[in-house]
């Protein structure tokens, strides 16, 4: 009797383990494939992160350009006067080429007629025009050009247009260097009316060739 209960037992239990087995094999195979799932969805996670990170940078990039392209156009909508330092109500100009900026002051501003002895009411412009080559343009090389009209000289004490346009690029210089600009840096030209900017048949044409020109070399 006892035989026959313990084979009994025996029997259930193997009935019993045959049962659970394949339920245990399901579950593994759940397990493994949802493990693989993880792993799957991980690297996709890490991937859109990476892009994201990408994408970030790009529109950072993106937006560098954008506003390094506005800083150009309001440049390029700036005057030569504000670009250059000098400010608005002085006739400048800025040759890239050349790398020079030519500040022109008309002698009417500066001079009397016939005159090489400066104005004192010149002294606001001259004094403005100190002040920003030395802050901005400090050791550069600078030239004073004195240009006239093609009016022959009759009733001065100078020679020709040449010598009243060298003595009044001089009197410029010399107001410059009494105020701080380095002598080795700065020099007087007289061009008398060999560069007139427009036609001397008429008075407002020689009007515009008398003028001093103040040209600051970048190079």
Known sequence: MRGTSRKLIALLMFIIVSMLLPGCTNWRQKYEYLNVEHENLKGRFELLQSEREQLAERISQDQQTIEELQRQINELNRSPAEVTGFGEGYDVAFDPA??????????????????????????????????????????????????????????????????????????????????????????AIGCGPARPVASNATAQGKTKNRRVEIVVHMR
């Open 98 to 187: 050349a790398g020079t900026i030519t500040v022109t002051l008309p002698n009417t501003i500066l001079f009397a007629s016939g005159k090489a002895e400066l104005k004192k009411a010149t002294s606001a412009e001259l004094d403005h025009i100190l002040s920003v080559l030395q802050q901005k343009y400090a050791g550069k090389e600078i030239e004073v050009v004195g240009h006239t009209d093609s009016d022959p000289i009759k009733k001065s004490p100078w020679k020709d247009n040449w010598e009243l346009s060298a003595e009044r690029a001089l009197s410029v210089v010399r107001y410059l260097i009494k105020r701080g600009i380095p002598e080795e840096k700065i020099r």
